[in-house]
């Protein structure tokens, strides 16, 4: 290579290393994956959990718009992202991946009082065969009836999903905690659940200080079974009604 040949392919480096120093981290860091990724075949392209976590959150958001995003930029297919977030443990029940993850951030200085809400969310039923844990999901988690079989193909299918989220006082940080599918769970169940999931937020230091659900018959009568009292007492309930008088 001659002498002005090499002084121009330096000027370019220059110019390209001055256009990273000037962008923004993200920025930067999408410039690098792309710079590393671009000419390899897809089977051969590698990504950092930088990019894993953003393309995780971007999919998450939108599916379709992450697609569009793939069609600008080098990112992971969601097959990819499926996979990659296949080895989290984040199988119904309680989560203590996600109560570790406050319990760090509670260590981390932040408030570790919070509320917890309990909902029911409507679901479209339907059964899923996971290849690498060899089980069904999809059915009811409480069935009426006993089943045979760890994977519960004789239970009724589920058509809600029974969610716990977890709310910091401060509002720093929320997240579920736990979920169950089901058709339908009784107050005396419901009340088991609620007092693991609270026995478990005390082991990983978060202090519960209320409570919240809907007004459900299922879910006072669960209040019961937890020892709490929602009606009015007879006195005050006899005030009442002399002052409307």
Not at 19 to 33: P, T
Not at 113 to 141: C, N, Q, R, V
Not at 171 to 200: C, M
Not at 223 to 236: E, I, M, W
Request: charged share 25%; aromatic share 10%.
């Amino acid at each position: 290579m001659e002498i002005k040949e090499l002084y121009v392919e330096l000027r370019k480096l220059k110019e390209e290393l001055a256009k990273v120093r000037n962008m923004s981290s993200v920025a930067g860091k999408l410039f690098e994956n792309e710079k590393f990724n671009y000419s390899k075949p897809a089977k051969g392209r590698r990504y950092t959990d930088f990019m894993r976590n953003l393309s995780v959150n971007l999919s998450f958001y939108s599916q379709a718009g992450y697609e569009k995003l793939r069609t600008i930029f080098t990112l992971p297919s969601l097959t990819s992202i499926k996979n990659h977030l296949a080895k989290v443990g984040c199988a119904s029940g309680i989560l203590k991946n996600a109560l570790a993850e406050i319990q760090r951030k509670i260590n981390e200085g932040h408030l570790a009082e919070a509320t917890p809400s309990l909902d029911g969310m409507a679901i479209k039923k339907g059964i899923h065969w996971e290849s690498k844990l060899k089980k069904y999901f999809g059915f009811d988690e409480f069935p009426n009836v006993q089943t045979d079989g760890s994977d519960n193909k004789n239970g009724s299918v589920a058509t809600e999903a029974l969610v716990y989220y977890l709310v910091s006082l401060d509002g720093r940080w929320k997240t579920p905690v736990a979920y169950y599918f089901t058709n339908h769970v009784d107050s005396k169940r419901l009340a088991e659940l609620t007092t693991e999931i609270l026995v478990e937020c005390a082991n990983f230091g978060v202090t519960v200080t209320s409570h919240v659900f809907d007004g459900l018959p299922t879910n006072i009568q669960m209040t019961t079974h937890l020892g709490a009292n929602l009606k009015l007492p007879d006195v005050l309930t006899t005030a009442t009604n002399m002052a409307k008088k």
